[in-house]
Every structure is written in structure tokens, then in C-alpha cells.
């Protein structure tokens, strides 16, 4: 049996839409919310349960945000990614609340992450300093 040239990268792009699509349903349903200020509300108020941060964002930015106590954290989808699921060009922080929802998008996402390479840390364009 052959395997089709590509089928993991298809597998990837699907897997991607998926967890895009969680998120924008946890969104519409204010499960989750996207920003800095929002997500560390949010982590401020116990409410969250899943942590999400771009893997192309500043590592300055992200390390003032910490994996809610007992939560989990995610950091292996993109910004413009992200930004798809709260119909921005890019997010760097997104929370989520505990419930059904947020397990869905953990298990959906270490499907991705198993399919996923490093990017090498390059980060996105809103959070880069000017050197």
C-alpha cells in the first residue's frame, strides 16, 4: 500500500481547521476569549482552564502569561491561525473556560502538535522590537 505523497500535510491542514473552528465556536459563545488584557482577566479570575499562546509570538509577551493551576497550555498554532477564530489578522493570547469545549480543543490540539514541526521561534510581525 502506498501512501499518498502529501497526506500529512493535508492531515495537518485539516486538523488546523478543526481546532480554528473550536476556537470560533468557543468565542461566539463566550467561552474564550483573545488579548492580553482579556486573557490575563480571565486567568486573574480563575475562569480559565486552557491557556493558548502563538507560537510565532514574542517570547517577551508571552512569558507574563501562566498555565491557569491545573489547566493546560497550548503553544504550537500560529497567530495568524489564532486570529482566524476571532476574525483578526493575528492573536498572540487566547483563554478558554473550562467545560466540554476546552477539552475538545486540547485533544484536537495534540492531535495537531503530533504533526506539527518547530518553527524555529520566529515570531509575528505585531510583537517583533524594532533592533
Given at each position: 500500500m502506498k501512501v499518498p505523497e502529501g497526506l500529512a500535510d493535508w492531515v495537518e491542514q485539516?486538523?488546523?481547521?478543526?481546532v480554528v473552528e473550536l476556537l470560533s465556536l468557543g468565542r461566539?459563545?463566550?467561552h474564550a476569549v483573545a488579548g492580553f488584557e482579556k486573557v490575563k482577566d480571565m486567568l486573574m479570575r480563575d475562569e480559565a482552564e486552557v491557556l493558548i499562546q502563538?507560537?510565532?509570538?514574542s517570547g517577551r509577551g508571552?512569558?507574563?502569561?501562566?498555565?491557569?493551576?491545573?489547566?493546560?497550555?497550548?503553544?504550537?498554532?500560529t497567530a495568524d491561525e489564532l486570529g482566524q477564530a476571532f476574525n483578526r489578522e493575528k492573536v498572540i493570547h487566547v483563554a478558554l473556560a473550562a467545560g466540554g469545549l476546552a477539552r475538545r480543543v486540547v485533544e484536537e490540539?495534540?492531535?495537531?502538535?503530533?504533526?506539527r514541526a518547530e518553527d524555529g521561534g520566529k515570531t509575528a510581525g505585531?510583537?517583533?522590537?524594532?533592533t
Open positions: 485539516l486538523l488546523t481547521k478543526r461566539k459563545g463566550g502563538a507560537s510565532d509570538g508571552k512569558s507574563k502569561l501562566s498555565t491557569p493551576e491545573g489547566g493546560r497550555f497550548i503553544g504550537w498554532l490540539a495534540a492531535r495537531l502538535k503530533g504533526l505585531k510583537d517583533r522590537r524594532a
